[in-house]
């Protein structure tokens, strides 16, 4: 457990101001806002709340930086990153903290995050040398075509407060290895372990005006100058899709490149053939990391009518022994939800469910006190209309519900505008790579409740976005193609 003093110690070594052009400076207004946490409803810290003045500055600093950052050596933008990877790995414990006051997730999760996410770097700081192109001679053997690739230019970075360390180094990472400036806005919500991210990254040697960072509780009237402008050169985004549409539309005004990771609704599949103790476990992995607040997170588990009933019951025992609590405490398996608003949206669904027919196995409610703690949840006999079985969850909350065929199983799966992830946990190669390949999704984790990996393509199709972060596909979001025509 850690005690007051070292949180506070934490908090106070964490910068709260915009970081511009290598300075550090509070917002063209001098306001704040606050940043809670979610186990206590405290605010934690006052940090500067940026307007468009301040966006337009960080843009006009990394435009700025633009044309040196291109030209320095990749390897020396690669050992950049490697450093920041050394160093997110040496103060993990303090990060680690921090992430989880602002956002509520147990320590070991927080952990586990900034490995993730100082893993982008690592992965990132090797890619950064094998940016390659072609020179090949055209088919009738008179010309030659010389392919290069270059950085894209200043970026646009808006991350979202549910992984707030890996969610910005996915994209600062291929970003500073391929060369582009950005200007970063992290959520409103969790902006402090982007803060202490970008403190890092300028202790490691990044040049002023390559990251500049605003936060802000304005994200649109902040953000939009900066995406109508056209010094900027690419948006990246990862959140919802509504917010996912309406910045692609604005970007679409200058033709920005964009890169769009957006919300999930993950069916997690269980075969008759499956090993069921491997299928539980992995179950609970997909659904309760991050409190099931992951685009990732299994929304629908879709289970052979032969082994539900006996799926259900063991997934609501494993989900009934969590130890619910402030993140912080010792041995607590599940954390708070974000903001009242989002377990009041869980309630609603589960409500909805129950008075639908579906049956409740274990939790079923909201945790009274201060915090927005809601019971880890197994539903089962839920019906098709239940609106959870459609929405993005994000919660604590895992509906079962049954299939008889396999093409019943992938027509579950794949009823909805979403098409991030699935899961699916059966013994025959031949079930696996059929039902993989039927799936419309970007990503399958088979027989594994987990995806995420820096050295892979991470991305969706349908709603769930454009685009892919991490693995060697990473870095080309970042890169334009010239084609030379070489007469010889
Ligand atoms: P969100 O409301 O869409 O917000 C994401 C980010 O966009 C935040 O920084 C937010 O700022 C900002 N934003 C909101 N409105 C904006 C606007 N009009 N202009 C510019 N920026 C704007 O999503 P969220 O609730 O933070 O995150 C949860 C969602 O993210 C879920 O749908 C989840 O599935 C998705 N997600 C997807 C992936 C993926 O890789 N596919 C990964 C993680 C999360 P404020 O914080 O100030 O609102």
Same mark, same amino acid.
């Given at each position: 457990m850690t005690d007051l003093g070292q949180e506070s110690e934490v908090l106070g070594a964490t910068p709260r101001q915009l970081f511009i052009d290598g300075s550090w400076r509070d917002g063209a207004r001098g306001s704040t806002f606050g940043v809670e946490d979610p186990a206590t409803g405290r605010v934690l810290v006052e940090v500067s709340d940026g307007d468009a003045d301040d966006a337009l500055a960080a843009l006009a600093a990394a435009d700025e930086a633009q044309a040196g950052w291109a030209a320095t050596p990749p390897r020396q933008r690669g050992e950049i990153l490697r450093r920041a990877y050394e160093t997110l790995t040496e103060r993990i414990d303090d990060l680690s903290l921090l992430m989880t006051l602002e956002m509520g997730k147990p320590l070991e999760g927080s952990r586990a995050e900034i490995t993730y996410a100082a893993e982008f770097f690592r992965w990132f700081s090797e890619e950064a040398v094998r940016i390659d192109g072609r020179y090949t001679t055209e088919p009738n053997g008179n010309g030659r075509l010389l392919v290069m690739r270059q950085p894209v230019g200043p970026c646009l970075l808006i991350t979202p407060w549910n992984f707030p360390m890996a969610m910005a180094t996915r994209k600062l990472g291929p970003a500073i290895a391929a060369g582009c400036t950005m200007v970063v806005k992290p959520a409103e919500l969790t902006p402090l372990s982007t803060l202490a991210l970008t403190q890092i990254l300028s202790e490691c *040697?990044?040049? @002023?005006? &390559?990251l500049n960072v605003v936060t802000t509780k304005s994200p649109g009237a902040a953000t939009g100058p900066v995406i109508a402008d056209p010094r900027l050169r690419k948006l990246s985004f990862t959140g919802s899709t509504p917010v996912g549409k309406q910045l692609m539309a604005a970007a679409a005004e200058q033709m920005h490149r964009v890169s769009m990771e957006l919300g999930g609704n993950a069916p997690f599949l269980v075969f008759p053939d499956a090993d069921l103790d491997a299928a539980v476990e992995g179950a609970v992995v997909a659904k309760m990391r991050n409190m099931g607040e992951a685009?990732?997170?299994?929304?629908r588990f879709c289970v052979h009518e032969s082994v539900a009933a006996e799926f259900a019951r063991r997934l609501a025992a494993r989900l009934g022994a969590m130890k619910v609590g402030? *993140?912080?405490? @010792?041995? &607590?398996d599940v954390g708070p939800l974000i903001e009242s608003k989002a377990r009041d949206k869980v309630v609603d669904l589960v409500e909805d469910a129950t008075k639908r027919g579906a049956e409740v196995l274990t939790g079923g409610a909201a945790i009274d006190g201060p915090g927005y703690f809601y019971a880890p949840t197994v539903l089962s006999d839920?019906?098709?209309?239940?609106?959870l079985l459609q929405e993005?969850?994000?919660?604590p909350v895992a509906p079962v519900v049954t299939f008889a065929t396999d093409d019943e199983a992938i027509a579950q799966a794949n009823g909805t505008e979403f098409g991030l992830v699935a899961f699916v946990y059966t013994s025959s190669l031949e079930r696996s790579l059929r039902v993989s390949e039927a799936?419309?999704?970007?990503?399958v984790g088979l027989n594994q409740g987990i995806v995420s990996n820096p050295a892979a393509p991470f991305g969706g199709v349908k709603q769930s976005g454009l685009g892919r972060e991490g693995?060697?596909?990473?870095?080309e979001e970042y890169l334009n193609i010239k084609y030379v025509a070489v007469h010889l």
């Open positions: *040697g990044l040049p @002023p005006g &390559v685009c990732t997170a299994a929304n402030r *993140g912080t405490e @010792p041995n &607590v839920v019906p098709p209309q239940a609106r993005e969850i994000f919660g799936l419309e999704v970007g990503m693995g060697r596909e990473g870095i």
